[in-house]
C-alpha cells in the first residue's frame, strides 16, 4: 500500500470513527432503503412502494415494541437504532406485502429477531444474529404455514448491487472488516458458482461460466449478508484467524446450501451456523469486571482497576468492549474500546486507562467516571490481533503515542525479564515530559526507550534517550530505526500519526496498526 493511500485510509478511518457504529450502520441502511423506494417508485422493483412502506411500518413497531418492553423489564436503557437497523435488515431479507397474512409474518420474525437479542444472549454476547433469527424462524414455520411468507432475499438484485458494495464498504471500513467480509464473499461466489456448474453438468446442459459467475456477483445476497450481517460484531469471535473460519464456514453454506428437508441450510441459516462455531471460540470472553478503583498517572491520563470474572482469557496487546450503561446516551452509545495494561499473569486483575480532560466530555466518560468501587460492568468481548510475532527472534519496532502506549505495557509486561534478550525499541511520543504514563513499568522492562516529548524529562534511565524536543517524522523515525527493513513495526496511536509514518511501515518487515479515535 503506498504511504498516500495509507494515509487516506487512516483520514477515513478517523471521520468514521467519530460515529458510533450503530448510527453509522442505521444511516447506511436507510439510506439503502430510500433508494430502494425510490427504484420502487419509478416501478423497477417488483415491490411496490406501498408494500414496502407497509412492512417497514410493521418491523418498526414490532421491534422497538419488543426492544422497549425488554428493556424495561430488564432496566436498562432502550437504544432505539438497535431496533431500527433490526427492522431495516429484515425489510432486505424477507418479501414486502400487503397480504395481511404475509404482515403477520413479518411481525413475527421482528420479534422473535427481537427478543433474541436477549433471550439468546451469553454475558452481554448475542448468541445468534438477530434478523438470522427472526428471518429463520419465519422460514421454519411457513413450512406448516405458508402464508405467512418466508425469507427472499430480494435486496439480492443487480440494480441494488452498487449501493450495497458502496455502503457495506462503509460500514466494514468502521467495523475493520473488510478482509473478513471479502472472504466470506469471495468462497461463497466461488462455492455458488461451482454448485450451478455441478447442476448443469449433471442435466447435461450447456453452461457459460462467465456468465454465471456475474449473475452470482450482481444477483445473490452474498454482498449484504455479509456487509450488514456476518459483519456484526457481538457475533464474531475475538482473533481475525478465527473470525475468517467463520467467514469460510458460512461462505461454503451459502453458497452451497444443504438441504434438510424443506429448509436448506443456506443465507440466514448458514449465518446462524457460522454464530455457533463463533460462539466456540469466543464464550470465554464474555464476563463481567467488578471495579475496585482508579489512580491517577498523569495530568490527564487515568488507570482503572477491575476484578475479572473466572474464565477471562486474552493475549497481550487484545482489548476489550466494555460496556456502562446510562441514560441518554451520545451517538457514539454505551460501549467502548480499551486496551489491556495488565499482563495474563495478574489475571484477575485487570487494568485499563483512558484520557480525562477537555472542554468537552463524552456521555460515556462521564458515566465511566461515576463507577463506583464494587460496581458490576459488562464485558462483552476481548478482541484484536495487537500481538507480538509467535517466534521471539524477530526484532520489534514499537511507536506509542499518548494513550496508545498501553498495549506496549501489557506485553512488556509479560515478557518480563525475557523483553531484555529480545531485539526491542520503543519510540514513545507524548505531549510534555508530564504525560509519559506507566515509564515504571516500561523501565522495569529494559528495552531501549526514545522519548519525544516538547521539554527534558527528568531522571531518565540510562537505556531511555530524549529526542532534544523534535517532532517525530518519518524521516526522523527512519534515522532512528535504519534496520527498520528487519523489523515487525507496531504502531498505537491516533490515525493522523499513523498516516504520517506511513513511509516508514512501506519499508518495515511488517505493520501491526492500533489506531484510535478518543472516547
Request: charge should be positive.
Amino acid at each position: 500500500m503506498t504511504s498516500a493511500l495509507t494515509a487516506r485510509w487512516n483520514r477515513v478511518f478517523a471521520v468514521l470513527g467519530r460515529v458510533s457504529m450503530y448510527r453509522l450502520v442505521l444511516l447506511c441502511l436507510g439510506m439503502l432503503a430510500a433508494y430502494a423506494l425510490t427504484l420502487s417508485l419509478l416501478d423497477a422493483l417488483a415491490i411496490g412502494p406501498l408494500e414496502l412502506m407497509a412492512a417497514l411500518a410493521v418491523l418498526v413497531a414490532v421491534c422497538a415494541a419488543v426492544d422497549a418492553v425488554s428493556h424495561r423489564v430488564l432496566g436498562s436503557s432502550w437504544r432505539l437504532e438497535s431496533s431500527l437497523i433490526t427492522a431495516l435488515i429484515l425489510l432486505f431479507v424477507l418479501r414486502p406485502t400487503l397480504d395481511p397474512a404475509g404482515l403477520a409474518g413479518l411481525a413475527l420474525a421482528g420479534a422473535v429477531a427481537s427478543a433474541s437479542k436477549y433471550l439468546l444472549a451469553w454475558r452481554g454476547r448475542h448468541l445468534f444474529n438477530p434478523a438470522a433469527a427472526g428471518a429463520a424462524v419465519l422460514t421454519v414455520v411457513s413450512v406448516w404455514l405458508p402464508g405467512l411468507g418466508a425469507s427472499s432475499w430480494w435486496v439480492g438484485t443487480p440494480l441494488l448491487a452498487a449501493p450495497v458494495i458502496v455502503l457495506g464498504l462503509v460500514v466494514l471500513l468502521r467495523t475493520e472488516k473488510v478482509r473478513v467480509v471479502g472472504v466470506f464473499v469471495l468462497v461463497a461466489i466461488v462455492v455458488a458458482v461451482v454448485r450451478v456448474n455441478v447442476q448443469y453438468q449433471a442435466a447435461g446442459i450447456p453452461l457459460d461460466l462467465a456468465t454465471v459467475f456475474w449473475s452470482v456477483v450482481w444477483s445473490s445476497p452474498f454482498l449484504f449478508l455479509g456487509a450488514f450481517m456476518l459483519s456484526e460484531p457481538l457475533t464474531l469471535p475475538p482473533r481475525r484467524w478465527q473470525q475468517l473460519a467463520v467467514a469460510v464456514v458460512v461462505g461454503v453454506l451459502a453458497g452451497w446450501p444443504i438441504d434438510l428437508g424443506e429448509v436448506s441450510l443456506g443465507q440466514e441459516r448458514a449465518l446462524l451456523v457460522g454464530n455457533v462455531v463463533a460462539f466456540c471460540f469466543a464464550a470465554r470472553s464474555a464476563v463481567r469486571l467488578r471495579f475496585e478503583g482508579r489512580r491517577t498517572l498523569t495530568p490527564t491520563v487515568r488507570e482503572l482497576t477491575f476484578r475479572a470474572g473466572r474464565g477471562l482469557r486474552f493475549v497481550p496487546g487484545q482489548y476489550v468492549e466494555l460496556e456502562v450503561p446510562h441514560a441518554h446516551p451520545d451517538a457514539r452509545g454505551t460501549r467502548r474500546e480499551f486496551s489491556i495494561v495488565s499482563a495474563p499473569r495478574e489475571l484477575p486483575e485487570l487494568r485499563i486507562a483512558l484520557r480525562e480532560g477537555g472542554a468537552v466530555q463524552s456521555t460515556y466518560k462521564r458515566a465511566l467516571a461515576a463507577v463506583a468501587p464494587g460496581d458490576a460492568l459488562a464485558v462483552t468481548g476481548v478482541w484484536g490481533d495487537f500481538v507480538l510475532p509467535r517466534r521471539s527472534s524477530g526484532p520489534v519496532l514499537m511507536v506509542a503515542a499518548g494513550i496508545g502506549v498501553t498495549p506496549f505495557v501489557s506485553q512488556l509486561t509479560e515478557l518480563g525479564a525475557d523483553a531484555r534478550e529480545r531485539d526491542i525499541v520503543l519510540v514513545y511520543v507524548a505531549s510534555e515530559a508530564a504525560e509519559l504514563a506507566f515509564r515504571p513499568e516500561l523501565e522495569a522492562s529494559g528495552i531501549p526507550v526514545v522519548v519525544f516529548t516538547r521539554d527534558r524529562p527528568a531522571g531518565l534511565p540510562s537505556h531511555w534517550r530524549w529526542a532534544g524536543g523534535a517532532r517525530l517524522d518519518a524521516d526522523g523515525l527512519l534515522q532512528l530505526v535504519p534496520d527498520i527493513h528487519a523489523r515487525h513495526a507496531y504502531v498505537s496511536g491516533p490515525p493522523g500519526l499513523i498516516a504520517e509514518l506511513a513511509p516508514v511501515w512501506e519499508r518495515a518487515r511488517s505493520v501491526t496498526t492500533d489506531a484510535f479515535s478518543g472516547y
